[in-house]
């Protein structure tokens, strides 16, 4: 019945080519036989190969099911090979069309690695994503030497590709916190970043040193203590003192928490249609597809004025997704800095 209806349909619907999926491939003769037999307009029907990329799937039969069970959000979940789901993770309508002109048309089937998308997504939003620092794992860092209530104003570009995208304001004082990742007690020579007696420069900011760490009854460590350079404020001549690192902070004053969503592949394996025999594409889904952490990001961005895409430096991009309050945000982690 639908070889019978296809071309009908098209036909009253005016449609002048009608674009299948290579399955159609064998079911045009009939589709042709019977706009004929009718003596109704004829539209051309062409096949194409279907878009077919990695670590997902795309019969909607099979999206359905992930739906109704609960394995992911819904039809938009960021996890989902969707236009909605892409839309709530973040990828830009320019990411997406570039990524369909650079994959073309095909006749032969095939698979598309995903990271194809993923590198689309980062050309563009590396134009269009507005910087801001945020710390997914935050540890406290306490500036020894820096006046105990005194605060200054540094400036923090917004987007080094658009020059008209200004500048910001970001307060820097005498305690801030930076991500736990950046700082190792016992660091090997391949470790650039902090540690006991090396310094690094606080991005915007100053070099600092860490002198001593303070920790907890179990061991891990609470606070990290440093001193500053004065004299090595950015933008100042005697700034350029070369250090080998520099990471991003967030003062404690100026720091408000965040949900932050960060999503990998939903499935384990490139290809989870061609299942081992016995098994489903449900046994190959990722149990770590997504990790919720709290975060703290400038306290600047509000919903009501927050930017469509972020660049947390750093980090990766980010949006902002449908969840958010007025209380706490909610970001979606987009795509990483690097493949």
């Known amino acids: 019945m639908y070889d019978y209806a296809h071309g009908q349909s098209d036909s009253i619907e005016n449609i002048t080519h009608s674009i299948c999926t290579l399955e159609f491939e064998v079911h045009r003769p009939l589709y042709d036989w019977f706009c004929k037999i009718l ?18 799937i795309m019969s909607k039969r099979k999206l359905l099911q992930l ?5 992911v959000m819904g039809w938009d ?6 236009i909605s789901g892409l839309r709530r993770r973040g990828y830009s309508p320019e990411a997406i069309r570039n990524f369909a002109e650079t994959v073309g048309v095909a006749k032969r089937e095939n698979v598309i690695d995903v990271s194809l998308l993923e590198f ?30 005194e605060t200054e104003l540094l400036q923090a570009v917004n987007n080094p590709e658009d020059p008209e995208a200004g500048t910001r304001e970001i307060p820097f004082s005498k305690v801030l916190y930076i991500e736990r990742t950046d700082f190792k007690e016992d660091a090997d020579k391949n470790f650039f970043r902090l540690t006991i007696d090396r310094e690094v420069r606080l991005k ?8 001593h760490v303070v920790k907890d009854a179990d061991g891990n460590i609470t606070e990290i203590h440093g001193t500053y350079d004065p004299e090595t404020k950015s933008g100042m001549l005697q ?7 520099t990471i991003h902070w967030l003062s404690e004053t100026y720091a408000k928490p965040a949900e932050i969503r960060l999503f990998e592949r939903l499935f384990t394996v490139p290809e989870p249609d061609n299942a081992e025999e016995g098994k489903t594409f449900l046994e190959y889904i990722n149990p770590n597809s997504l990790t919720i952490v709290n975060g703290l990001i ?32 909610v970001f979606n982690k987009t795509v990483g800095l690097k493949q």
Do not use: W
């Open 67 to 71: 739906v109704e069970e609960n394995y």
């Open 120 to 149: 689309c997504a980062r050309e563009h939003l590396n134009k269009a994503a507005i910087r801001t620092m945020a710390i997914l794992d935050p540890v406290k860092l306490i500036i020894d030497n820096y006046p105990e209530d």
């Open 204 to 211: 915007y900011a100053y070099i600092i040193k860490c002198t």
């Open 239 to 245: 700034s350029n003192r070369k250090v080998k690192a």
């Open 39 to 56: 003596e109704i307009h004829h539209p051309q029907q062409i096949e194409f190969a279907r878009l077919n990329l990695n670590y997902t």
């Open 77 to 82: 979940d960021p996890r989902m090979p969707t």
């Open 298 to 329: 400038e306290k600047n961005i509000k919903k009501e004025t927050a930017a469509q895409y972020y660049q947390f430096e750093r980090t990766g991009y980010f949006c902002v997704d449908k969840d958010s309050t007025d209380g706490k945000l």
